[in-house]
């Protein structure tokens, strides 16, 4: 199922959130696209209101299409819809398999895109779920930029314990903080669950001072 709306002042237009309020028992279990427009705002508050809304259904790939990208349009709709696999002679009942099950993910930093390779596991697949994300990463103690997810994300049955190093990505449990790691070695800990590494020299782009803004999302 595919469902547009506008976002107002960050936040889902509040006739769609009435209305997904009204329908979640018939939306639950079913896969949703969700394609939002804006001035300048980002989609990820909007998509968290949506899983609120309703738990029960299954989202898939985001569209956001700003007043300042109307150029793209044309070409970021048929890429989305590729993603989804509308169109292939494939059943859709599979949906975007191939993306949903991927564990790559890009990182925008400013101009410049890095990638990472998350782990298969319950806190990182929670992670990926929650994918386009705009978030302002906090620096800590000159070793980590860190930003907190909400709400947490899901810890049970995930592996705990890890020695941290440069370029890792881990949760650290007692916080719930999602920890980039960009300084050194972090030392072992029981506290952290492993959600994932950047690839190549990618953490070069985290090594600044202060605190940076990134967007993340599936590959």
């Known amino acids: 199922m595919f469902i547009g709306y506008p976002i107002w002042y960050g936040h889902m237009a509040a006739p769609m959130q009435s209305f997904l309020h009204a329908h979640a028992g018939k939306l639950s279990g079913k896969k949703i696209a969700l394609f939002a427009t804006s001035g300048s705002s980002g989609i990820s508050t909007s998509v968290d209101e949506v899983r609120g809304l309703c738990p029960d259904a299954i989202l898939t790939e985001t569209l956001h299409l700003t007043s300042a990208t109307m150029s793209q349009y044309g070409n970021r709709v048929a890429d989305w819809l590729a993603l989804l696999g509308v169109g292939n002679s494939q059943d859709n009942e599979d949906g975007n398999q191939q993306g949903q099950n991927s564990l790559k993910i890009n ?113």
């Open 107 to 219: 990182i925008t930093i400013g101009e410049r895109v890095i990638t990472a390779t998350m782990e298969d596991n319950v806190t990182a697949r929670d992670f990926l779920s929650r994918l386009p994300l705009e978030v302002t990463l906090n620096d800590y103690a000159g070793a980590e930029k860190i930003f907190y997810p909400n709400p947490a994300l899901a810890t049970d049955g995930a592996p705990r314990g890890n020695a941290s190093s440069r370029g890792d990505i881990d949760l650290y449990v007692p916080w719930g903080n999602i920890a980039f790691f960009y300084g050194g070695d972090g030392g072992y800990s029981n506290s952290m669950i492993h959600l994932g590494r950047i690839d190549g020299d990618g953490v070069e782009a985290l090594d600044v001072s202060g605190n940076i803004s990134m967007r993340i999302e599936r590959q």
